[in-house]
């Protein structure tokens, strides 16, 4: 199967946050709060995503409830947080809705994220992640974390199913 087939097969996407959906830098302030940057782009894609009928998930190790308030707006139901073992949340989050395995794009950037892309059918990340990462990942970003490397992996798919709003072409190609 090439990989336009593989991204034609997604029904579902898990996003790690810092690192993915946010760069992976923190501006820390002197009373200890931290400000991450976000891609209101990869935040319209997200959007598009669950519009069209797909299942979006996060899991992060982070427990920012400005994270989890701006993703839950977007309409970001599956939110794992503080998930210090991310297989047990990816598991509690596949057995809880009986998802098939080879049919989830997870993008993760860092080690946190291995244990889950070893599980998926599809492990991506942005241009930026881990070389660890990198080496595992079926589909590298040429887009950097917080920078569009979500909405990259999303247009894909939402095109490829004719589900993206604007027609380009895209659908059809062969790769």
Known sequence: MNQLETF?????FIFDVDGVITN????????GKLLRKMSIRDGFALKMAINAGYRVAVITGGKSEGVKNRLAALGIQDIYTNAQDKLEAYEDYIYTFELDENKILYMGDDVPDYPVMRRVGFPTCPKDAAVEIIQLSQYISPYEGGAGCVRDVIEKVLKLNGEWPIKSGYEDEEE
């Open 8 to 12: 034609r097969d997604i029904k579902t």
């Open 24 to 31: 992976s830098e923190l501006i820390v302030f002197e009373d």
